[in-house]
């Protein structure tokens, strides 16, 4: 018998030297990243990477206008400039990430960090019994990801690369769930607008006196799609993870591109979540000088909700889902996307709507019969171009095309 034949597997008699390890050794082994960039030359290159990081001198701006309540005009400049920087640090923190945790954990976490501050907007106007603000923000957010962002991304991709690939079994099941959400509004919207009993008590805004069926049809769909969104979830990351992953397609020379480790995983971890935190508070300074601003330029109010709050509240996971396609990683944008989308409609909307029943304000999913038709017309049109699993800069177009002329009905609604 060889040495090599006789000689253990594993060191230490077979045993894994790992589960010797006490979890305080874990966990400061992992904070070390062996054979990863150190701490110091992770946030070197995260902070003086790119001449772009010029900007960031206007994040103390935005505060310092904000706290010391200058002209509104000045904190929505201040802060929209902050946000722009920000954003491309989100976005390189969750390039780096994806080394290490693949494509679908790594757009998942950018959704999910994306949506915090839609939660917190949400969430604040809930307390303070701004639910058409609650709906339009929210239709607004799921509109911009599907529309805008999905068609800047196919068409900045699509300059830079002749086609884009996907793996479209695991995107057309993404926006079946999407479709399944549009059609939970689709509901209370008849139920409201066609029976007797939806009917009762009707006034011109139904979010201000909704009935005891709207209110009960809202929270127990609330609750079935909360449950929905976990299975969803356990399907992208334990039982069916390959529906996500970017199949091998020899006929496409084009391979997306290698990001290559230039920081830790830790230290991209604590970078992606400090940098969320400072967009949240400029988002929040934008937000809070947007209405003042749009009084003394004449702009409606449901423009701002749908157009203008979730721009400035998204730019974070816009600007990273184009950069993915311009590096020709489009299973990442087409996660941050969608999946940003599904979690607005599938988590976001029935947490708030449960939150409002907590609280006592009367959050329903009974949108006006204009936005759902919107609605359910974009996620009609993003069905037809993802299913084939490719995509091009001539898709991009089409679906920006439809988000400006939903824009400007908006405008004169």
Same mark, same amino acid.
Request: proline share 3%; glycine share 8%.
């Given at each position: 018998m060889t040495t090599s034949e006789s000689s253990p597997l594993l060191e230490n008699g077979g045993s894994s030297?790992?589960?010797?390890?006490? $979890?305080?050794?874990?966990?400061?082994?992992?904070?070390?990243? &062996?054979? #990863?960039?150190?701490?110091? &030359?992770?946030? +070197?290159?995260?902070?003086?990477? @790119?001449?772009? +990081?010029v900007l960031l001198v206007f994040i103390p701006l935005s505060f310092i206008s904000h706290n010391l309540d200058w002209d509104a005009g000045l904190i929505f400049l201040f802060s929209f400039?902050? !946000?722009?920087? *920000?954003?491309? *640090? $989100? %976005? #390189?923190?969750?390039?780096?990430?994806?080394?290490k945790l693949g494509e679908t954990m790594s %757009? $998942?976490?950018?959704?999910?960090?994306?949506?915090?501050? #839609?939660?917190?907007? %949400?969430?604040?106007?809930?307390? +303070?019994?701004?639910?058409?603000?609650?709906?339009?923000?929210?239709l607004g957010s799921i509109l911009s990801n599907i529309l805008l962002v999905l068609g800047c991304s196919f068409l900045a991709g699509g300059l830079y690369h002749e086609e884009g690939i996907f793996n479209g079994t695991?995107?057309? /099941?993404?926006?079946?769930?999407? @479709?399944?959400?549009?059609?939970?509004?689709?509901?209370? /919207? /008849?139920?409201?607008?066609?029976?007797?009993?939806?009917?009762?008590n009707y006034c011109d805004d139904a979010s201000e006196c909704p009935t005891a069926g709207l209110l009960l049809i809202s929270r127990g769909t609330a609750m079935l799609l909360l449950g929905v969104y976990c299975a969803y979830i356990c399907v992208?990351?334990? @039982?069916?993870?390959?529906l996500f992953i970017t199949p091998t397609d020899e006929s496409n020379n084009e391979g997306p591109e290698e990001t290559v480790p230039r920081m830790g995983t830790a230290a991209a971890g604590v970078a992606l979540? =400090?940098?969320?935190?400072?967009?949240?508070?400029?988002?929040?300074?934008?937000?809070? =000088?947007? &209405? &003042?601003?749009?009084?003394?330029?004449?702009?409606?109010?449901?423009? !701002?909700?749908?157009?203008?709050?979730? !721009?400035?509240? +998204?730019? /974070?996971?816009?600007?990273?889902?184009?950069w993915m396609a311009m590096k020709n990683k489009y299973e990442l944008t087409i996660t941050i996307c969608i999946g940003s989308s599904i979690q607005i409609a599938c988590f976001v909307v029935p947490l708030l709507v449960i939150v409002g029943w907590i609280v006592g304000q009367p959050l329903t999913l009974h949108f006006h019969n204009f936005e759902t038709i919107v609605l359910f017309v974009s996620v009609f049109l993003v069905n037809?171009? !993802?299913?084939?699993?490719?995509s091009n800069y001539m898709e991009g177009l089409m679906l920006l095309t439809l988000y400006l002329v939903i824009a400007i009905a908006f405008w004169v609604t």
């Open positions: 030297g790992h589960r010797d390890l006490s $979890l305080t050794r874990r966990v400061v082994n992992f904070m070390k990243g &062996e054979d #990863e960039p150190s701490w110091a &030359e992770s946030f +070197n290159f995260f902070f003086l990477g @790119t001449w772009f +990081n400039m902050a !946000i722009v920087p *920000l954003a491309k *640090l $989100l %976005g #390189e923190a969750t390039d780096q990430l994806s080394v %757009g $998942l976490l950018n959704a999910s960090f994306g949506n915090a501050v #839609e939660i917190i907007v %949400g969430v604040a106007a809930l307390l +303070n019994g701004q639910l058409r603000i609650v709906q339009t923000s929210m695991g995107a057309q /099941a993404s926006a079946s769930l999407m @479709t399944l959400s549009c059609i939970t509004l689709v509901i209370p /919207a /008849a139920y409201a607008s066609t029976t007797e009993a939806g009917m009762q992208q990351l334990k @039982t069916h993870p390959k979540l =400090s940098v969320t935190v400072v967009i949240a508070f400029c988002a929040e300074y934008l937000v809070s =000088s947007i &209405e &003042e601003t749009a009084v003394r330029y004449s702009i409606p109010k449901v423009f !701002i909700g749908v157009v203008l709050l979730p !721009i400035v509240g +998204n730019a /974070a996971e816009h600007v990273t889902s184009v037809l171009l !993802i299913m084939d699993g490719r």
